[in-house]
């Protein structure tokens, strides 16, 4: 069992840079890829990045490369998200995911942070 909780997010402007936290619990935080999603009204949630379990190996959404980076400190059990150049489509809630690189069916969810960036 792994319990994922965000902090970081907030109401910034366009242009503005934000950086997301998720502390998760438990001892077997290597175990698992690390990834951020998010969720806009009315739309699926989409995976916005996600970092390997020793973070050797990173994917980003094509609509944030070159702005966002991902990072995880497996001593301290955390994955941040680094928004920079923030844009009013990024508005959404935010969520942390832990996934077993082995078996897709075991993943874990934090309880969403929103960020909204105004124009």
């Known amino acids: 069992q792994v319990q994922l909780v965000e902090s970081g997010g907030g109401l910034v402007q366009a242009g503005d840079s934000l950086r997301l936290s998720c502390a998760a619990s438990g001892r077997t935080f290597t175990s698992y890829d690390m990834g951020w999603f998010r969720q806009a009204p009315g739309k699926e949630r989409e995976l916005v990045a996600r970092i390997s379990s020793w973070g050797g190996n990173t994917v980003y959404a094509d609509s944030v490369k070159g702005r966002f980076t991902i990072s995880r400190d497996n001593a301290k059990n955390t994955v941040d998200l680094q928004m920079n150049s923030l844009k009013p489509e990024d508005t959404a809630v935010y969520y942390c995911?832990?996934?077993?690189?082995?078996?897709?069916?075991?993943?874990?969810w934090g309880q969403g942070t929103q960020v909204t960036v105004s124009s």
């Open positions: 995911n832990a996934q077993n690189p082995l078996i897709s069916t075991i993943n874990y």
